[in-house]
């Protein structure tokens, strides 16, 4: 293990070495002030942490000789080093190797905008954004994160895994987003049983005015490891099979995929019921490709 007397060794509480534990914990608390984009000066990131402006400072240029941030001027910024290894986490990973065939396949069969999220905590964080002119207007990124209970992929991913699913009901829930969004735990709990029973969720302007998304989980029965989602403006939203039935081949294939190409039994195969009445265009798979019949 190296060394860490390159970091900061004392705090202003203690004139005491720190562990390498309190040392890793300040570090994170540093870089978990960069949690969106553009840069931040010494005093914001102080704001931020609360650490003293010294400590702060020191851990600041230490980390900008690791690459790990970057300076500009006074400004600092994420730098190569977390690029590069967050660059190798995500292409390592086999869920996104799988889904990034699916997510264009299932753009270019629906025009809309596709994501893959996973959970952490009561939030969804993003892992891929597929789409047109269209991604400018949705403010989501790659690395983003939102509240679950506002969004499609978060109910999708709730009402699939009871331990996530208890922890969310339990937990203050946050303003809401919209008029529209999920304000109390009884509408979350009625949302939730409607999603298991469809194996479908849906976001009707909860997230963002003007748009919607329909999303369904990736994994075993009851254990969701991701969803997926469409996503548009309301006027080109279908809520019933028309959009449901890709987006719940996409999860299957996903699902597949990481499983080595054995065929399994995923959360999306259950059994799938009318969401509206109205004509239904039955999805079907030509030549490896998504299309809507």
Known sequence: MAPTSALPTTTAKTAGPQTPSAVIDRVSLVLDAFDGPGRLTLAQIVRRTGLPRSS??????????LRWLRRSGRDYELGMRLVE??????????????????????????????????????????????GNRMTTAIPTRVGGRQSAHHTALGKALLAFAEERENAALGADLPPRRTKYSISSHAQLRDELHKVRSRG??????????????????????????????????????????????????????????????????????????????????????????????
């Open 56 to 65: 702060a400072h020191r851990m600041l240029e230490r980390l900008v000789q």
């Open 85 to 130: 290894l967050g660059s190798l986490a995500v292409h390592q990973d086999r869920l996104h190797k799988a889904a990034i065939p699916k997510l264009h396949e299932l753009h270019a069969a629906t025009g809309l905008v596709v994501h893959l999220a996973v959970l952490d905590g009561p939030d969804v964080v993003y892992m891929e954004k597929v």
């Open 200 to 293: 479908i969720a849906f976001d009707r302007e909860e997230s963002l005015p003007g748009f919607g998304c329909v999303a369904a989980p990736i994994g075993d029965p009851g254990e969701a490891v991701a969803a997926i989602s469409v996503c548009g403006p309301m006027g080109r939203m279908m809520f019933d099979q028309r959009l449901a039935a890709p987006v719940r081949i996409a999860a299957m294939g996903i699902w597949q995929a990481v499983d080595c190409g054995r065929v399994r039994v995923a959360p999306t195969l259950q059994q799938m019921r009318p969401l509206r009445p109205g004509p239904i265009a039955r999805p079907a798979v030509h030549r490896g490709n998504l299309k809507l019949a």
